[in-house]
Each structure stands twice: as C-alpha cells, then as structure tokens.
C-alpha cells in the first residue's frame, strides 16, 4: 500500500506565496519523476512541474521563473514553492509519482495524490 498525502493549499493573494508539499509513504523501494499537475476550473488537467531524482527540473512556460519544485529522496517528500502567484494559478493541485514498491519491479507505477485547492484572489 502506497498514500500520498498533499498539504499547503489554500487562498493567498496575487502577487503572494504558497508551498505545496506532497509525501509518500507506505511500501516504496524508489521513487523516479516526481510531478506537479493542476487542473484549473472547468479545464483539463495539466503538467506543472517535474523533477527527476537526480534533480533535472522542467516547468510549464507559465510558470517559469516563478515556481520552483523540489525533493527530499530520505523523506520521498515533494514541494512546490509558488511565487508570485496570478489569478490563472488557481486550480486543484495534484502531485504524482513514480513508485517502485520492490526490487524486484522492473517498472514504475503510477501514483496520485488527492489534490489541494489553491485559490488566487483578492
């Protein structure tokens, strides 16, 4: 059994900050790509951020230079620092993760969190 447990959503102004954190725990041999997904109101839901666990970064261009994601592989724990936010930020945030639960997997399974609702609004 694998859970994933987000936190740090919430309402915060334009121009303001909010972390997110996601930490999985469980049965886990490894963790591969950690990623950020979101899904704004009334669309589809759509790549963030990902980091690779050796720390290779890749964001969607509208979030560069403002988001920042990272991890912590003692902890498999994944954060995602958002910085001056904008209206068009808001949305449920997803983390997802690839997880191998044993050695002996020769592949990663997918996992997904609940989601936290972040809103940007004054």
């Known amino acids: 059994q694998v859970q994933l447990v987000e936190s740090g959503g919430g309402l915060v102004q334009p121009g303001g900050s909010l972390k997110l954190s996601c930490a999985a725990s469980g049965r886990i041999f490894s963790i591969g790509d950690m990623r950020w997904h979101r899904q704004p109101p009334g669309k589809e839901r759509e790549l963030v951020a990902v980091i690779t666990r050796d720390g290779g970064t890749r964001y969607e261009d509208s979030v560069k230079g403002r988001f920042t994601i990272s991890r912590d592989n003692a902890k498999n724990t994944v954060t995602l620092q958002m910085d001056s936010v904008k209206t068009d930020d808001t949305a449920v945030y997803y983390c997802?993760?690839?997880?191998?639960?044993?050695?002996?997997?020769?592949?990663?399974?997918?996992?997904w969190g609940q989601g936290t609702q972040v809103t940007v609004s004054s």
């Open positions: 997802k993760l690839d997880i191998r639960r044993y050695a002996s997997d020769n592949h990663f399974n997918y996992y």
